[in-house]
């Protein structure tokens, strides 16, 4: 049975639950670091695993700060962290076994196991954190830190594309087209031949729209079909996106309040749904309710939490969205998923 990861809505109302000392702002750092995963979260509210993550990270800054990087040093970290969390799963192990009725072999062997578990989920998560990381350096390079994993380490950022001095490329500037040979001469050249102008109108079933894939490369999974609708056309003054159900369950909006794209100090979007196809179950705040093909869904308060979960395979919801008052700005998270504009 396959699961899907949380929502970052859902992931901080647990951490609020299981610490509610955290202030806010650092319960939706630990959310948004989890994943969507809870034995993450959990991982990040133990002080002896942030430390051994804060080390961690400390020694895959230095793979690219440290002229002297040590690779077996680095290594010495990795499995030093892992064999310090295999002795604290064992010393609590036997504190269990002690108040059972088991021979001295069964709860050796009982032990060993919790022992072997511990070390092995440990490795894992390091492995795990470090690829994340070296994910993110690309991430940040290219200019989008919203699908950022580890989000509380931005201001450790390294220089743009690795560079000292570099500069990040606008997320409004032309798209670079440069050979690998002599891709250092033409750094800030527009593409030859220039962009295509957007036409005047453009006709497309949704069928003639791809779909992004969203596997939770970027943080976020989204089951379906999702089918950027604004990217398409090009259009520049709200959002438009479809979302298509492959099978009967399936989140296809997922569980989400809005806010403003990259102005966080700003109200968020106001958002019109419409369903075009098959049957829905929406949640909107406290409330559940069935709706049909030609059913619209206004939600104009952006702290509203809503979902869409198809309850038929082919279920199709349309989205639009916009801010008010605030001019339309792409997310940094859907340039970061979006094949190249096919118009300037």
């Given amino acids: 049975m396959p699961f899907r990861r949380l929502s970052r809505t859902a992931v901080e109302r647990w951490v609020a639950e299981r610490a509610p000392d955290l202030g806010s702002d650092e319960a939706a750092v630990v959310a948004r670091v989890a994943g969507g995963r809870l034995d993450r979260a959990a991982r990040l509210l133990d002080p002896e695993a942030r430390e051994r993550r804060a080390e961690l990270l400390r020694v895959a800054r230095e793979a690219y700060l440290d002229p002297e990087f040590d690779a077996a040093a680095a290594a010495g970290v990795v499995i030093a962290s892992t064999r310090a969390r ?3 799963a064992r010393m609590a192990e036997l504190e269990v076994v002690d108040g059972l009725d088991l021979t001295a072999r069964e709860a050796e062997q009982r032990v060993k196991r919790v022992e072997f578990g511990a070390e092995k989920e440990e490795l894992l998560a390091s492995l795990e954190d470090l690829a994340a990381w070296y994910r993110d350096l690309v991430v940040v390079s290219a200019g989008a830190d919203a699908p950022v994993v580890h989000a509380d380490r931005l201001p450790m950022r390294p220089p743009p594309f690795g560079r000292p001095g570099a ?3 606008s997320s409004t500037s032309t798209t670079r087209s440069c050979s690998r040979r002599s ?10 031949p220039a962009m295509p102008k957007r036409p005047d109108y453009e006709v497309a079933h949704l069928s003639e729209i791809p779909h992004t894939p969203t596997d939770g490369a970027h943080g976020l999974v989204l089951p379906g079909e999702w089918k950027q609708v604004r990217h398409h ?6 959002a438009a996106n479809a979302f298509v159900a492959t099978e009967a369950g399936q989140e296809i909006v997922h569980e989400h309040s809005e806010r403003a794209n990259d102005v966080p100090s700003k109200p968020g979007d106001e958002e019109l749904y419409f369903v075009a196809a098959g049957r829905v179950r929406v949640r909107l705040g406290d409330e559940e309710l069935e709706a049909g093909a030609g059913t619209f869904v206004f939600v104009g308060e952006p702290r509203v939490v809503r979902s869409f979960t198809a309850l038929e395979a082919g279920t199709t919801i349309l989205t639009f969205g916009t801010n008010p008052g605030v001019e339309f700005v792409v997310s940094e998270f859907e ?4 094949p190249p504009p096919r118009w300037r």
């Fill in 167 to 169: 500069r990040r490329r």
């Fill in 183 to 192: 891709s250092s001469a033409c750094v800030g050249r527009s593409p030859e």
């Fill in 86 to 88: 295999a002795e604290a």
């Fill in 335 to 338: 340039r970061s998923v979006s």
């Fill in 233 to 238: 056309f090009g259009i520049k003054e709200f």
